[in-house]
């Protein structure tokens, strides 16, 4: 593309007379094209800047409850609170949870209401960030397709520029074969 294009003029040779409408995305990307600026960003640096501490608690909650840290070390708990209730209390007339273990199915209940909000809060932003990632990518696409588009009028330009020279030459060529024709047709009429 030409460098003094102003963005306008850019926006209206790719997407016709519509282009004045375009929306804040498209003349972003657009004037990056006018301009030969770069428009790639860091999304997951941008999105890490704006959360809030509630929200990076939510995520490093999600985190761990999702590994299998978290798995082990649950199922190290589920199986001593049962082996403890079920061997060891039980022998003694000691057990504080004996079977069918009703405090242990109450503190998974109320593990699994507080859990599951705080995972679908980190699943929420999670989409927010791949909305995020997806508008980037829209845009650096757009700006790629526009880039191969002007290399396409570029190219397009330099082939009939050619094919005019190659024209001109050929037409000299024939003037010049048409010249010696005459000349061979005058030296053995003489």
């Known amino acids: ?7 306008e003029e850019v926006a209206r040779r790719f997407f016709g007379p519509e282009a004045h409408d375009a929306g804040a995305r498209l003349s972003r990307v657009v004037d ?4 030969r600026a770069s428009i ?11 959360r809030t501490f509630g929200q ?6 999600a985190t761990f409850g ?4 978290f798995i082990i070390v649950f199922g190290i708990v589920l199986l001593a609170w049962t082996g403890l209730n079920s061997l060891v209390l039980v022998r003694r007339h000691e057990s504080w949870d004996p079977y069918p273990y009703i405090l242990l199915n109450l503190f998974l209940s109320m ?6 909000p705080v995972i679908m809060m980190s699943q929420n932003r999670q989409a927010a960030k791949d909305r ?3 508008a980037h990518d829209y845009e650096v696409n757009l700006k790629a397709e526009l880039e191969i588009q002007a290399l396409h009028a570029k190219i397009d330009e330099l082939r009939a520029r050619h094919w ?10 024939i003037r010049m074969l048409a010249q010696l024709l005459a000349e061979r047709q005058d030296g053995s009429a003489a």
Do not use: C, Y
Request: aromatic share 4%; net charge negative; no cysteine.
């Open 111 to 116: 593990l699994a209401a507080l859990q599951a």
């Open 1 to 7: 593309m030409d460098d003094d294009l102003p963005p």
């Open 32 to 35: 990056a094209v006018a301009h």
């Open 66 to 69: 999702g590994s299998w840290t």
């Open 132 to 134: 995020l990632d997806a």
């Open 40 to 50: 790639v960003i860091d999304t997951n640096e941008v999105f890490q800047d704006t």
């Open 56 to 61: 990076r608690l939510a995520d490093r909650i």
């Open 164 to 173: 005019k020279e190659l024209v001109e030459m050929q037409e000299q060529q």
